[in-house]
């Protein structure tokens, strides 16, 4: 995030690197990079360097048990061989993540020596072919304790956000829900895509049905494996922001790959790990990433009292969100007119995109811009 917490100092999150971790004399440097958490770089007085993760709970126990579970997940696979996983380091207690006064929690990470990306970066054939394999690789592993997971870290489709969005459409002839800096612009924006959204949402639902719970077809996924959350490193990529870890089909992982290399990456993927994707599962992905972005925006937007960096950014990227829910509704039309004219065949998806020109300040998504890892 752009904005730092008020209440976190600097010197918060050295003592608690300090106490946590045994880093005596280190020095914590607030880090304005990143949506969704607050990072600072770290470095002591040998030189040695290292990254801080700082994430608010929601809600305390239930939040703190996610992130850790989840964080748990990235630091197995990385123990078992899967060097491209940029897991947390374990406190000398043995947890992933401890907790920091005022309702936050703190993961501490290697430095990783490397250039970090946006979003909307291109990647070339062989960088595409690599996460390829970095998800067959991720998929082919089983955690010791994923049998076993509680429902928070295990698929169950349901929509983040969803409750707070649907809210604030069934709220826009109410003027006074909608105070703050923002109210009124976002109240008028979301009422020019009320019908796109709801019609996302029932399109949503409806491919939630035809596919089933898919428990049989469970795996560990990173969630989000695009350019943003990829350093480029001299022995090639690792991926970063395992936050967002969780039981759930392989089209999770497939799909933002899929949308860019118009379904090849769903078929070399297939190719390269024997398992096969389902399409429609690729397309409720995508649809769910159009309207999760959006409630995220929407919920931060509407109940926010100021102006900061972060809202700033976010209200200059809400529109290119907006816009990309009429391009899903688009896609729905598209897939719909090709089940019908040819029902016995496997249907492809097209990915729902944001053209490159529209893709500056919105495309970078939930954690997707530069994180601050790398140079």
Not at 157 to 178: I, M, Q, S, V, Y
Not at 235 to 253: S, Y
Not at 318 to 333: F, K, M, Q, S
């Amino acid at each position: 995030m752009k904005s730092r917490p008020p209440h976190l100092t600097d010197a918060v999150v050295a003592a608690a690197l300090s106490d946590g971790w045994g880093l005596p004399s280190a020095t914590a440097t607030y880090r304005p990079v990143g949506y969704g958490s607050h990072h600072w770089a770290v470095q002591d007085v040998t030189g040695a360097r290292w990254f801080v993760s700082v994430d608010a709970l929601a809600d305390q126990e239930t939040s703190y048990d996610r992130l850790a579970t989840a964080l748990g997940f990235a630091v197995m696979a990385r123990d078992s061989g899967l060097s491209f996983v940029v897991a947390p380091i374990r406190a000398s207690d043995r947890s992933v993540v401890r907790r920091l006064p005022g309702g936050y929690c703190l993961a501490l990470y290697p430095y990783v020596d490397g250039r970090s990306g946006t979003f909307s970066d291109a990647l070339t054939s062989a960088e595409i072919a690599e996460l390829i394999g970095m998800l067959c690789s991720l998929h082919a592993f089983r955690p010791p304790s994923a049998a076993g997971s509680g429902g928070d870290v295990v698929e169950t489709f349901a929509l983040p956000g969803r409750k707070p969005l649907e809210a604030a459409l069934t709220e826009l002839d109410d003027p006074d829900g909608w105070a703050g800096p923002y109210g009124e612009r976002l109240r008028s924006l979301l009422a020019e895509h009320t019908e796109d959204v709801h019609d996302l949402l029932r399109e949503h639902d409806g491919l939630v049905a035809r596919v089933g719970q898919q428990r049989d077809r469970m795996v560990l996924t990173q969630g989000e494996p695009h350019p943003g959350n990829v350093i480029r490193t001299a022995d090639g990529l690792v991926l970063i922001d395992w936050d967002t870890a969780l039981i759930a089909p392989p089209e999770r992982d497939v799909c933002l790959l899929d949308a860019r290399t118009d379904g090849q990456a769903s078929a070399e993927y297939t190719a390269r790990s024997g398992r096969t994707l389902d399409p429609l599962l690729l397309a409720r992905y995508d649809i769910a990433w159009s309207l999760a972005d959006l409630a995220v925006f929407v919920e931060l937007l509407r109940f926010t009292p100021d102006t900061t960096a972060d809202t700033a950014w976010s209200w200059e990227a809400l529109p290119v969100h907006a816009r990309r829910v009429g391009c899903a509704i688009d896609t729905v039309i598209l897939r719909s007119t090709r089940e019908e004219a040819e029902p016995h065949l496997p249907v492809g998806v097209v990915g729902v995109r944001v053209d490159q020109d529209q893709a500056l300040p919105g495309a970078e998504s939930r954690l997707a811009a530069e994180d601050g890892h790398g140079e």
